[in-house]
């Protein structure tokens, strides 16, 4: 079985910049595509990014293209997402996910394993 961590999150005004980390446990976390969702108060979780197994391929929801930068460091059993150009609108719980169904996937349906999420606060 695998289970995820994520961290990094925090407090931070807008156009400010946030790493968040995703530390997985488990036998076959580089066979796992990873993807991060957010979740906004009121509202359903939503893609934000995916990543194949090896880190060669990459996919962003429209809303963080150009902000966002997904990555993972499969000999550390981590995958991060680097988050640029803040905004209020960003403010959410991120989570990571893996799937054995192939990368790019978006719906979260789709993924079988599931951090708890890490806070993320941009203010005005």
């Known amino acids: 079985q695998v289970q995820l961590v994520e961290s990094g999150g925090g407090l931070v005004q807008a156009g400010g910049s946030l790493r968040l980390s995703c530390a997985a446990s488990?036998?076959?976390?580089?066979?796992?595509?990873i993807g991060w969702f957010r979740q906004a108060p009121g509202k359903e979780r939503e893609f934000v990014a995916s990543i194949n197994w090896s880190g060669s391929n990459t996919y962003y929801a429209d809303s963080v293209k150009g902000r966002f930068t997904i990555s993972r460091d499969n000999a550390k059993n981590t995958g991060y997402l680097q988050m640029n150009s803040l905004k209020p609108e960003d403010t959410a719980v991120y989570y990571c996910?893996?799937?054995?169904?192939?990368?790019?996937?978006?719906?979260?349906?789709?993924?079988?394993?599931w951090g708890q999420g890490t806070q993320v606060t941009i203010s005005s």
């Open positions: 488990g036998r076959t976390f580089a066979a796992y595509p």
């Open positions: 996910a893996g799937t054995a169904r192939g990368w790019g996937r978006t719906r979260t349906a789709e993924y079988d394993y």
